[in-house]
C-alpha cells in the first residue's frame, strides 16, 4: 500500500512582509492585539479612499478632455447660404429703466405696431388683483325674475294642493261613498261625524278627516229613525213608526231611557243647540222648541212655508231646512212664520241621488244621499254661485 504524500514543508523558506501584524507575531498581551488590529483595518480603509479618489480624478481629466475636443470641432459647411434677416432696429427703441417699466414700454410698442393704441388699458405685472365686474345686461335680470316668479307660483299651487288634499278633511264638492244604504240623519259632534242607518239600525262614526274613516259602529234601538241629535248626557232620536221622541244613553249599546209623543204625527228632523231640543213635523208643518224638563210640550213652534222637511239645521237664527222631495235647501229666518231668506238648488250636487240629512260645518254644508249611498260636501260659496 502506497503511503500518502507529504506537503512540501515552508518552514525554510522566508515569509513575505504585508506589514500586517500576524499572530505569531503578537505578544502574549490580547489587548495589544486587538489594537495592532484595529490599526491594520483603519490603515486599508485610508488606502482605499485614496485609490479611490485618484480613479475619480482621473475619469473626470478624460470627460472633461472629451467634451472639450467635440466643442472645437467645426460644424460642416453648408452650401445653402443663410437667409438674410432685417438688421435689428436700434437699441434706443427698447425701453430702459426698470423690470416693469421695461415690460409696459414693450406692450405699448405692441400695441403701435398692431394699431391699438388707446384700446386697452395699461396692463402692470404688479397691479392689484380686483375682483372682476361682469356687467349683466337687463334681459337677464328680467328672465332671472320670470323664473324666480315661475317657481314661487308652482311652490304656492303645490302647496295649495298638497294643503287640500293631505290636511284638509274634506275637500270642496267632494263625495265620499258610505259602506252602508240607508242613511237617515247626519250630525258632526267634535272632531266626528254620526251617521243614522234606519234599515240596520246602527250608528255609524267617522273621524272627521279625509276619507271619513269609520272608528266605531254602535247600536241604535229604533224602529224608523227620521231625526238624530246629541246633548251632553244623551243622545235623541225620532221614531217614524212610533212617533215618538226617545231618549237614549250616551253609551255604544245606546239604550232608551224614555219615550216621549211627538207633537206631530209625522216627525222628521232632530237638532239640539246646546239649551233646547228642536224637533220639526210634516204633517202639522210646525218647527218645535223642547225644554228639556218638559219634552212632551213644546215652549215654541214657528210654521215652515209649503214645503217636505227631511233634516234641517239651526245656525245664528237662521234653519237650514232640507227637503228631500224638491232637492233643495231652504234657507229660513227663525220667526213666525219662517221667512225664507235663500233657495239652493242641489240637483248639480246630488247627480241624482236622494238627500236624507243636512249638517253645517263652518262654511260648508254636509249632505248624506241614499242611492246611492255617500256622504257630500259643499261649500257655501258654491251654493250660492
Not at 24 to 43: A, I, T, W
Not at 271 to 289: E, I, R, S, V
Request: without cysteine.
Amino acid at each position: 500500500m502506497a503511503e500518502p504524500q507529504k506537503k512540501p514543508s515552508n518552514e525554510g523558506e522566508p515569509r513575505p512582509d504585508f506589514g500586517a501584524i500576524l499572530p505569531d507575531k503578537s505578544g502574549d498581551n490580547v489587548g495589544d492585539f486587538l489594537h495592532e488590529f484595529d490599526n491594520y483595518q483603519q490603515k486599508l480603509d485610508e488606502e482605499w479612499e485614496k485609490s479611490k479618489a485618484a480613479h475619480q480624478d482621473k475619469l473626470n481629466k478624460i470627460m472633461e478632455e472629451y467634451i472639450h475636443q467635440k466643442m472645437e470641432e467645426k460644424p460642416p459647411v453648408s452650401e445653402k447660404q443663410p437667409e438674410k434677416k432685417p438688421a435689428p432696429k436700434p437699441a434706443e427703441d427698447l425701453p430702459q429703466g426698470s423690470f416693469q417699466e421695461r415690460m409696459e414700454g414693450l406692450l405699448a410698442r405692441v400695441e403701435r405696431e398692431l394699431g391699438q393704441s388707446g384700446k386697452t388699458r395699461p396692463f402692470s405685472f404688479f397691479e392689484d388683483i380686483r375682483p372682476t365686474i361682469i356687467n349683466v345686461p337687463s334681459r337677464s335680470i328680467a328672465a332671472f325674475f320670470k323664473k324666480l316668479f315661475v317657481i314661487l307660483s308652482l311652490t304656492a299651487i303645490l302647496g295649495s294642493i298638497g294643503y287640500m288634499f293631505f290636511l284638509y278633511p274634506l275637500t270642496l264638492g267632494s263625495q265620499t261613498p258610505l259602506p252602508y244604504s240607508h242613511a237617515s240623519g247626519i250630525l258632526k259632534h267634535g272632531n266626528q261625524l254620526y251617521v243614522a242607518d234606519w234599515f240596520r239600525k246602527a250608528l255609524y262614526v267617522h273621524s272627521f278627516k279625509r276619507d271619513l274613516p269609520i272608528v266605531a259602529v254602535e247600536n241604535i234601538p229604533n224602529s224608523f229613525i227620521t231625526g238624530l241629535a246629541v246633548s251632553e248626557k244623551n243622545l235623541w232620536t225620532l221614531d217614524g213608526f212610533e212617533n215618538k221622541i226617545l231618549r237614549h244613553t250616551i253609551t255604544e249599546d245606546h239604550q232608551v231611557v224614555e219615550k216621549y209623543p211627538a207633537p206631530g204625527s209625522k216627525p222628521a228632523g232632530a237638532f239640539w243647540d246646546g239649551f233646547d231640543l228642536w224637533t220639526a213635523d210634516n204633517q202639522t208643518k210646525l218647527l218645535y222648541q223642547h225644554k228639556i224638563t218638559d219634552i212632551e210640550t213644546p215652549f215654541n213652534q214657528y210654521r215652515f212655508p209649503n214645503m217636505t222637511v227631511t233634516s234641517f239645521f239651526l245656525d245664528n237664527n237662521r234653519v237650514w231646512a232640507l227637503d228631500g222631495e224638491t232637492r233643495e235647501l231652504f234657507v229660513l229666518r227663525l220667526q213666525d212664520p219662517l221667512k225664507v231668506l235663500a233657495t239652493y238648488d242641489l240637483d248639480s250636487f246630488l247627480k241624482g241621488a236622494f238627500p236624507t240629512g243636512v249638517a253645517l260645518n263652518q262654511k260648508s254644508v254636509l249632505l248624506t244621499t241614499n242611492k246611492p249611498s255617500r256622504i257630500i260636501k259643499i261649500s257655501i260659496k258654491d251654493l250660492q254661485k
